[in-house]
């Protein structure tokens, strides 16, 4: 069943089923030595966010590997995304997980 989870994730990786997520933002956000401003609306590609290289080896290729125990540990939680993330995630997520 483990492999049967890892195979899911990686099924949700690959074809997320939201493409934008929307956030408006509360506080100034610096990203990439840019201050984004507090009250600034931003769009979250979750399909760019799960095929970062920097998260995941060969993103392009289906691998359920990717979701190994220690692979999953040591990656940031909000690398994968396929439900959303934060307070207003999808309530879905409750059911595959």
Known sequence: MKYLHQCICETGRITPNVVLLGRKLT???????????AGVTCAI??????RDPEHYDDPEVYDPEHFAPEKVTKRDPFAFIPFSAGIRNCIGELLLF
């Open 27 to 37: 506080h100034d956000v610096a990203i990439c030595g840019y201050t984004v401003p």
């Open 45 to 50: 590609s979750p399909f760019a966010v799960m």
